[in-house]
């Protein structure tokens, strides 16, 4: 039986690394895919991690020098060129675990938040594609634990944990506010079939009627309605004057529960309905008034027609 050469495996994203005592190709590849997670049916290739030339000849193996990295690559994966950060792969080293042909130490195994921080180190952008649970995983590492392996200062480390807090606690705020706008146009929508099965005389009066429950008052609301005050530019101007006089109605406190807004934005929206509502009511007026003083003229063209005719 040949020596055992040691030697170094990792994974195509190299964010895995094991050493390895192996007496030939075959044993590395076997055992290689162990610590890596592959499955025996998985078909593997090894690469050298430098370079990525394909290593398939037994006695080129046992050629290379000892301590030689490998990549243990399976289905469509490839070998890439690493990218260094900070100047090395220092952070690699966590990782690295040297184990005997037949021993896996699974104690030494990395925790889990260990790959998504390899990941925030990599690019820090890939925290837009983490799930929650990622990311409290991440808030909730002892803070020098993570900066050891994001190779941080420990208060470029706290700053990062609470980045990350603040992304949860958005989320979390997004969620919130998405379940209750879709109870209110859930609400809508059973109010409004009951209303076209039947409408009472006494529900046209009910209108007047002070609700606090903001899930009552969104039923009054259609669901039209609802999505062009969360418009983005002068919803007011889109509004009827129906619907304009029942938001301005309401007041602040109701409309509140119903949009989902902090105070001073509906109490700016309620200023602009008012405001559009009360720019319409002057047109009515001047209208109006326009008709008003046309009357009399119409009246004394009448009857000069009516005297002419009887002449």
Known sequence: MADRKPCKVCNFTRQKSYGLV?????????????CLGFTPSDLVTVVLEDDGTIVADEAYFLCLPTNTKFMLLHEKEMWSPLRRLDGGTAWMARDSMMLESDTVDAALLAAPWWDLALQLKQDLASVILMSEEDLQSLVDVPCPELASALGFSKQKTENLQETLQRVLDRREEER?????????????????GSQRETRRPSEEGAGSMDVTDGMDQASEFMSRTLMVLKGKTSPETRLSTEDLQMVVS??????????????VRTL??????????SRRLQQVQAVQSMRGSREPSSEKKLEEEGKGSSN
């Open 22 to 34: 192996v007496p030939s190709l075959e044993e590395l590849k076997t055992k290689g895919s162990e």
């Open 176 to 192: 919130q506010s998405k379940e209750l706008l879709q109870l209110f146009l859930k609400a809508v929508d059973k109010e409004e």
């Open 250 to 263: 309401k007041g602040v406190e109701v409309m509140q529960q119903v949009l989902g807004w902090e105070r």
């Open 268 to 277: 700016s929206l309620l200023q602009a309905c008012e405001a559009e509502l």
